[in-house]
């Protein structure tokens, strides 16, 4: 790819921000087969469903086709609830469709069959920031979703700097973006969200690449934000327990199954004594 083309590739990747995350993530799972659509969010809420969640999803499967023609069941039968205001964590092994799910309630790609609500505005942020934060400047990227919302210049300074307030990071407004830590980064992906208003945030193993300072930092941050706003939840995907401490639920998944929900501390218990006991048959 040339240096010509690199602005493109980096804009293409920062408007999977909000609700453009459904073209564009129509346009990178193109490859994949056509599939039926779930039913709309707004059948779903006509039933009663939404009640008091920004987040649910109920007997949600997803599948793909091989080259060979056969089916290949991805998710089976997934529900959730994600009450509004909150802080919930999606855990499971490697490859048991807690990111399928979650690209699912982003729009990124279309169920089998099931019935998902997700309030709106959401966004989906990157496990890797470099995905998704592009600008030269702090400044510049948490502004780039409001460029063509209509609002002044004043209008739009003052709801970065909530946004960056919000994450820890409004001293930072100035810095060019590549003198950025990985968690710094990822705060700036996440203020990016929060300027533009989302009531959702869907959250991507944020902490996968970084060193335990910035894995808290941004802990922290999404903490921050929902205290400083009874609007916004969030939706976090992780692999490490030691997060569960900040979680206001839990959700644990295998096989593309949820398997158990509800309060971390039972969910982390939960985990601590199948991996105990998988360790106790491999040494048997």
């Known amino acids: 790819m040339t240096n010509k083309d690199e602005p493109s590739r980096h804009l293409q990747r ?3 921000r909000g609700e453009n995350a459904m073209n564009l993530g129509n346009l990178i799972h193109s490859s ?3 599939l039926a659509p779930a039913r709309s969010n ?3 809420r006509d039933n009663g469903c939404e009640n008091a969640a920004a987040i649910e999803a109920r007997n949600v499967n997803f599948s793909i086709s091989t080259r060979q023609g056969a089916t290949v069941p991805i998710l089976t039968d997934c529900s959730l609830t994600v009450p509004s205001g909150q802080l919930w964590m ?3 092994p490697n490859g048991c469709g807690k990111s399928t799910l979650l690209r699912i309630l982003a729009g990124l790609l279309t169920p089998t069959n099931g019935k998902v609500y997700v309030k709106r505005p959401k966004n989906y942020v990157f496990q890797n920031p470099d995905h998704q934060v592009v600008m030269p400047t702090v400044e510049a990227d948490v502004a780039f979703g409001l460029g063509k919302s209509g609002f002044t210049s004043m209008e739009v300074r003052s709801k970065v700097l909530k946004a960056l307030d919000a994450v820890g990071m409004s001293d930072y407004m100035q810095r060019p973006i590549q ?4 968690g710094q980064k990822q705060r700036v992906a996440i203020a990016g969200a929060l300027a533009e208003a989302c009531k959702v945030l869907l959250l991507d193993e944020l902490t996968t690449f970084l060193d335990e300072s910035d894995q808290i930092g941004v802990i922290r941050a999404v903490k921050n934000c929902l205290e400083k706003s009874e609007e916004v939840t969030a939706l976090w995907v992780t692999h490490r327990l ?7 639920g839990a959700i644990y998944m295998e096989d593309g199954k949820v398997i158990k929900r509800g309060d971390p501390m039972r969910i982390m218990n939960f985990i601590r004594a199948k991996q105990s006991s998988y360790s106790n048959q491999i040494n048997s």
Do not use: I, Q, W
């Open 242 to 248: 030691e997060e569960l401490e900040y979680a206001d």
């Open 32 to 34: 994949l087969p056509r």
């Open 14 to 16: 920062r408007r999977l």
């Open 179 to 182: 003198t950025l830590s990985g």
């Open 42 to 44: 707004s059948s779903f």
């Open 90 to 92: 999606l855990l499971g």
